[in-house]
């Protein structure tokens, strides 16, 4: 069965630091991967993700995340952190042998961004 | 605008007492999906609809019902049964029930038993 490990349920950076927050992923075979993020109260959005081809993915609002199959890791990072970043942010996978597309998510990381 | 409307925001239940989650898509997405957020749980899936007239249960069925019975409408019930129901629930549509899809997400619904 798949799984999905966010590392750090709590992350905090200071403004204009570096953001990596940690994926890791159970599956025999390479799944289909999503970042998604989620202000307070609010549903969730999608940051990016990777089907095929580069394993480096550009998403929106400056964050990026690298497939790493050795690893089996879709880490998600930003070069500088802004206020404006601070949310709960998911790690997701569906499985690419699935006939369905319903994501399997992690526990979530909770972005704190000190001024 | 196109997206996924949840009603109602904000939802208060007596305990015994049924309760229906509307979720409504104008984006003629095939798949609809509910799920359940819990502090600390991540998001956990309760039924899925691939296709009108049809839908399968996800990982915590127990205690919901649903109905797809058009394309744009994939309400949710969350009866009597359900031991613990106060939580956050989400509903999300893609455009086809393929594994890789995008799925989008409506702003979801605050359930809370009294």
């Given at each position: 069965a798949q799984s999905v490990t966010q590392l750090g349920s709590h992350v905090s950076v200071s403004e204009g630091a570096l953001v990596l927050l940690r994926c890791n992923y159970s599956s025999s075979v390479p799944p289909y991967l999503f970042w998604y993020v989620q202000y307070p109260n609010q549903g969730l959005q999608l940051l990016l993700k990777y089907t095929t081809g580069a394993t480096l993915v550009k998403g929106i609002n400056g964050f990026e995340a690298e497939f790493k199959k050795s690893e089996t890791s879709f880490h998600l990072t930003k070069p500088s952190a802004h206020m404006s970043d601070a949310a709960e942010y998911f790690c997701a996978v569906s499985g690419r042998m699935s006939n369905t597309g319903k994501l399997i998510f992690g526990q979530g990381t909770t972005l704190q961004v000190k001024p | 605008d196109g997206g996924i409307t949840q009603s109602p925001k904000y939802l208060f239940r007596k305990e015994g007492q049924n309760v229906t989650l509307s979720c409504e898509q104008n984006l003629n997405h095939d798949a609809m999906y509910w799920y359940r957020q819990d502090p600390g749980q991540g998001l956990r899936l309760i039924y899925y609809s691939q296709i009108v007239n049809d839908f399968q249960k996800g990982d915590i069925a127990e205690g919901y019902s649903v109905s797809r019975e058009k394309k744009e409408s994939f309400p949710l019930t969350v009866t009597s049964?359900?031991?613990?129901?106060t939580a956050f629930y989400l509903c999300a549509s893609s455009?086809?029930?393929?594994?890789g899809n995008t799925i989008y997400f409506g702003e979801g619904s605050w359930l809370t038993v009294v």
């Open positions: - | 049964a359900q031991k613990n129901p455009s086809t029930g393929s594994s």
